[in-house]
């Protein structure tokens, strides 16, 4: 069965629905937040507007879309399905940090690989062709030889290297991708990927300091937005803690706090949760959140937040953060999924993306 | 270069401008002179995120349409005597508590909308209160127009709104709409739209509306139907109400979890009703009340008050208590209604040996062992002539106005009495829930319409049995009593005994 293209509008992006998947189930999937309440046509929540292409209404309730709407071209998102590629008028949030990058197809050929800690590996590789344009804080999904589907990361390096992509892969015990990059893949070797993908980005047009909360290799992401925002001259305060285990699992640090000391406006907060007592270790202990929250003094309102990381860390820290009154508009998360975490807790209705 | 396309939300902006104008003759808060005296501290009203963006004319023309629709349908039930179609005669009292019971409601919920609207000082509030108290208002008429056709054939629904301001357990539902009424517009939003419209609305319509369908009642299904693309409009604005509350100030909190704390147990307590016509009214089942439970407030209400904690606002204070009491309210007010049957508007009858076996397996832990012997005992007593009726005024609780007939928890022999002092007089109360209510706004409690009370204060009619119905304009022998040997049942075994003779 091939999948049909849906466009939406106003951001443009392109996503594919397959054969009997639903608009919303398919925006879902692809990390677009429609609104939604009853899942199955009789609330009329997800209306939404098709403004070309052909679709099957499903079983959506004449009460909840009446005949003068679908007249007039309105679906809903949870009932109807594409019989063409098509386009709809999304309520979507108008994004105005967010570019209109199309994602295209790159090789890239492996030109170091570095090796950050025991279980990260740093990727760099130089691409072959037109250079790639992205947003920092996007990622890209890699394809392997021998691995099913494609994987997902973030791109580490700032957006002004355009000629290369940098990626910061931990070895996931027993999986497949990551076990390729760290036992097989070695220089010279050429890795495709497609992207760029996401929409974590810094929100530049917000102003205000800027709280950067990253986990493990969750780090890539912010190290690309902070990048881009120093070279980018930012006079913003910009605060990154960055949370792993116990010293071996630490790495950027030499990195970071060169770039602290030359840059008054940044702070860099590396945090061990699992340091050993009484090591040598001089900084920050504890959770991310916790953390955070101590180097804040517990009120983030009026920062920015950009979290990145494993889903209990992300969970932790929104809770840290509204409990110091920062709420759900001004918090990005990029969620590290991996196989293990497919099951989910059930969501209320009451946010729309954390 | 053609100019960027507006966003949705874009375009609602420019539509809606200036709606949120300064008032100049007068200072703000003098036409606005209710949201601030209950503690709600808002920083900023353009923070409320319109999640609906819908105009006004919008809302006309879908709503005419829908309504279009639905009296089709109703036309089309009565011109086929759909009537004749139900599972059985006695569904027709589920109708009835409905009508009685919950569409004075729908009235009392478009007023306080109305009320809402008129106060909050945000325009998004205002607007979507305004549309949510017309719902209200067109709900409660086509309630009455769905059900007016059963008034032709049954008794006990004609004078639903004179027994709504007087009929002991319907001043139940009535005190409740009546307290929240009575509030600031704050509360209100919060005891309505967020713990009734959100929390606990599934537990009422849903219940209502697939027992319609399982029985055979399209005209209130297609009701159902239509008010459920407005029940999601009142949902989401359960959830906005919450959150904007409790990101506003942090002096909120503790205000708001007392509400909702508070609007839990009340709503909670009213369900009551609700839980009885599933495990008892319905002749053919969909699910027990416990079932719902589970499914509707465990469980959503789960994931729900998991990500409220984010607010730091806690799970309802007692919802341990109300969980436990799912295993017991149906049957415990089933007991009480078939006890007064001869003051009630509608009938009432002990359940058949299906019907028991049904209940005992769907309350394994409690059926057998605390009412199933009740049922048989009072089954016998029928059989030989002496139908048991309490002629005894109850005591009511006076938080929720029901009889004092519930159970103490974790001890279902004994029945739960808890009581207050304020100003020299001794005031009861069914539950903690109820004396936590009582003793945080004694002055406004203090003041409850008890019908009991009231009866012997010699305010109903008079201090027999027949003056009191003739009040409540209860026609004695017909609108009350078992189904058994009542017109209704007679009426309906005259359909089945055509039927049968049409169909031979």
């Given at each position: 069965m091939s999948a049909r293209q849906l466009t939406i509008e106003p951001t443009g992006e392109t996503i594919p629905v397959a054969e009997g998947q639903t608009i919303l189930d398919a925006c879902l999937r692809a990390g677009l937040y429609l609104p939604h309440a009853c899942g199955h046509g009789l609330c009329g929540t997800c209306k939404t507007q098709v403004i070309d292409g052909e679709i099957d209404h499903g079983a959506a309730s004449p009460f909840a879309l009446m005949d003068f709407e679908r007249e007039d071209g309105f679906v809903l998102a949870c009932t109807a399905t594409l019989t063409s590629d098509a386009t709809i008028e999304a309520d979507m949030e108008d994004d105005s940090d967010a570019r209109r990058i199309p994602v295209r197809d790159f090789v890239g050929l492996v030109e170091a690989i570095d090796y950050l800690t025991h279980d990260v590996k740093g990727v760099r590789l130089a691409i072959e062709g037109a250079p790639i344009d992205f947003q920092a804080g996007q990622y890209v999904n890699v394809t392997l030889p021998g691995v099913d589907g494609a994987r997902a990361f973030s791109i580490a390096n700032a957006p002004s290297d355009s000629t290369h992509v940098e990626l910061q892969i931990r070895r996931v015990p027993g999986g497949a991708a990551t076990g390729y990059i760290h036992d097989r893949l070695k220089l010279g070797d050429r890795v495709s990927f497609s992207g760029p993908s996401g929409r974590f980005l810094v929100r530049k047009s917000r102003g205000g300091p800027l709280l950067f909360l990253a986990g493990g290799t969750g780090v890539s992401s912010p190290r690309a937005m902070i990048l881009d925002l120093i070279e980018g001259g930012c006079e913003e305060a910009i605060t990154l803690v960055h949370g792993v285990r116990a010293q071996a699992d630490l790495y950027g640090r030499a990195e970071f706090e060169a770039?602290?000391?030359?840059?008054?406006?940044?702070?860099?907060?590396?945090?061990?949760?699992n340091e050993p007592d009484g090591s040598d270790w001089p900084g920050e202990r504890g959770f991310v959140h916790d953390v955070a929250r101590r180097v804040c003094g517990g009120m983030f309102a009026g920062h920015t937040a950009y979290l990145c990381g494993p889903p209990p860390m992300i969970e932790a820290c929104i809770a840290a953060l509204m409990q110091g009154r920062l709420f759900e508009k001004h918090i990005f998360t990029e969620r590290f999924l991996t196989a293990s975490d497919c099951s989910e807790r059930p969501k209320s209705p009451l946010f729309r993306k954390l | 270069m053609t100019a960027k396309k507006l966003g949705l939300k874009q375009r609602y902006a420019h539509m809606t401008r200036g709606l949120d104008w300064e008032t100049t003759y007068q200072p703000m808060d003098k036409v606005f002179p209710y949201d601030t005296f209950e503690g709600i501290k808002i920083r900023d009203w353009s923070q409320w995120e319109d999640p609906f963006r819908l105009t006004m004319d919008a809302y006309w023309k879908f709503q005419a349409e829908k309504e279009r629709k639905l009296y089709a349908v109703l036309d089309a039930f009565a011109q086929n005597n759909g009537q004749t179609n139900l599972s059985d005669g006695r569904y027709v009292n589920v109708v009835k508590l409905f009508l009685t019971g919950i569409?004075?409601?729908?009235?009392?919920?478009?007023?306080?909308?109305?009320?809402?609207?008129?106060?909050?000082?945000?325009?998004?509030?205002?607007?979507?209160?305004?549309?949510?108290?017309?719902?209200?208002?067109?709900?409660?008429q086509t309630q009455i127009h769905t059900i007016s056709h059963y008034n032709k054939y049954f008794d006990g629904i004609g004078e639903f709104p004179h027994m709504h301001d007087r009929v002991w357990y319907?001043?139940?539902?009535?005190?409740?709409?009546?307290?929240?009424?009575?509030?600031?517009?704050?509360?209100?939003?919060?005891?309505?739209g967020f713990a009734f419209e959100y929390l606990l609305t599934n537990l009422l319509f849903v219940p209502f509306m697939s027992g319609a369908a399982y029985n055979g009642d399209m005209s209130t299904v297609t009701f159902g139907f239509s008010a459920q693309s407005d029940e999601s409009r009142h949902m989401t604005l359960g959830i906005e109400v919450i959150k904007f509350l409790l990101e506003q100030h942090p002096d909120n909190l503790p205000i708001v979890q007392k509400w909702v704390d508070k609007w839990f147990w009340r709503g909670h307590r009213m369900l009551g009703l609700v839980a009885m016509m599933m495990d008892y009214m319905l002749p053919k089942k969909v699910m027990s009340w416990k079932e719902a439970w589970d499914i509707y407030f465990t469980e959503a209400g789960g994931s729900l008050f998991q990500d409220l904690a984010r607010y730091g606002l806690k799970v309802p204070k007692y919802a341990d208590v109300a969980t436990a009491e799912a295993e017991h309210i149906s049957h415990q007010n089933w007991a009480v209604f078939y006890q007064y049957t001869h003051a009630a508007a509608f009938h009432t009858w002990m359940p058949d040996k299906e019907h028991l076996d049904w209940l005992s397996e769907k309350y394994p832990n409690t059926f057998d062992k605390y009412y199933r012997p009740r049922w048989e005992m009072w089954a016998q007593m029928e059989k030989d002539g002496k139908r048991f009726y309490n002629m005894a005024l109850p005591q009511l609780c006076n938080t929720c106005q029901i009889p004092m007939a519930y159970t103490e928890p974790g001890d279902p022999t004994t029945i739960a009495f808890r009581e207050s002092r304020f100003n020299g007089d001794t005031y009861h109360f069914c539950s903690d829930g109820c004396k936590d209510i009582f003793d945080?706004?004694?002055?406004?409690?203090?003041?409850?319409?008890?019908?009991?009370?009231?009866?012997?204060?010699?305010?109903?009619?008079?201090?027999?049995?027949?003056?009191?119905?003739?009040?409540?304009?209860?026609?004695?022998?017909?609108?009350?009593?078992?189904?058994v040997g009542s017109p209704d049942e007679k009426l309906w075994n005259q359909w089945m005994a055509g039927a049968v003779k049409a169909a031979g």
């Open positions: 770039l602290a000391a030359a840059h008054p406006n940044f702070r860099y907060v590396p945090a061990l949760s | 569409s004075p409601e729908e009235y009392q919920a478009h007023r306080g909308f109305a009320f809402a609207g008129r106060h909050l000082r945000g325009v998004g509030p205002r607007v979507a209160a305004q549309m949510q108290s017309l719902d209200e208002l067109r709900h409660v319907l001043s139940v539902p009535k005190s409740f709409f009546d307290d929240a009424r009575t509030a600031g517009p704050f509360e209100y939003m919060i005891a309505i945080g706004e004694p002055e406004k409690f203090a003041q409850s319409w008890l019908p009991v009370h009231q009866i012997f204060q010699g305010a109903c009619g008079g201090p027999t049995v027949p003056d009191v119905l003739n009040w409540y304009r209860l026609n004695n022998g017909a609108d009350n009593l078992d189904y």
